[in-house]
DNA sequence: GTGGTCTAGACCACT
DNA sequence: GTGGTCTAGACCACA
């Protein structure tokens, strides 16, 4: 995993793990894209990891929300 | 043709072919909505794909009906 | 214009009036279905009233908002 | 088909007939959408339409593309 | 109170 | 950064 893609991972990590309660909304791909500075593709790679972890869960047409149980 | 639209579809077909006769009336889209747990336009998408295929016919104001020429 | 309708078209009125500000989003068509208890055929006569009269502006697809000029 | 959509469409078919080429690329459906001032939902119902008359051709992850037989 | 049209914006699959 | 699928919910036309 790149440079990049590791920085966007914290940074994400960081807003799940103190900025979000479980069953919170995180940001939209796009809205991350933006604030991250990285391509979408990027962003994916990384909620996609954090989904692997059981972290955030996504839903279709509604946007990723924060695990109630992490892990 | 999404996993979720395949589902609503088979589910609306069931109905159509097993439970209810040429010229029955089909629950409305709002309350397939409810039933199949989908979004209004996933089910109008699949209402039209089986209007396309003139299993059922749609009469504004009124509802869907299934067709009496099956096909 | 019937009692029920003209019951309607007060409490809509007053809502425009004294509770929101021009630019303001009314309430939805079935919303007011609800908190009117009349049938949404008097509740779009309403608006269709109040519209004509420019106090309120319908947009397809998002809402009815209050005019900035009102008449 | 409402009155948005057909606005919609005859632009379109205007860009495809007289300011492109077979084989050219249309304006990607989120473009048109700040372009035509209508939804995303609009925009590819047109495009669904003129890719089922075979005007035009979807390729995903790539774009929309004029057609080299019209028709 | 139904089906028809439209908006706004999310995630998904692919290049 | 495109097209593809899906959600949620608004007003419109009709019965």
């Known amino acids: ?5 590791e920085r966007a991972e914290n940074a994400v ?3 799940v793990g103190e900025q979000l309660a479980p069953g919170d909304r995180l940001p ?3 809205t991350l894209v933006d604030d991250l500075g990285v ?3 990027t962003v994916r790679l990384v909620l996609l990891k954090l989904s ?4 955030v869960r996504a839903e279709h047409g509604r946007g990723y929300f924060v695990s109630e149980r992490p892990g």
């Open 39 to 41: 391509s979408r593709t």
């Open 13 to 15: 990590r960081q807003l």
């Open 52 to 55: 692997a972890e059981g972290l």
């Open 28 to 30: 939209s791909e796009r």
């Open 1 to 5: 995993m790149g440079e990049v893609t």
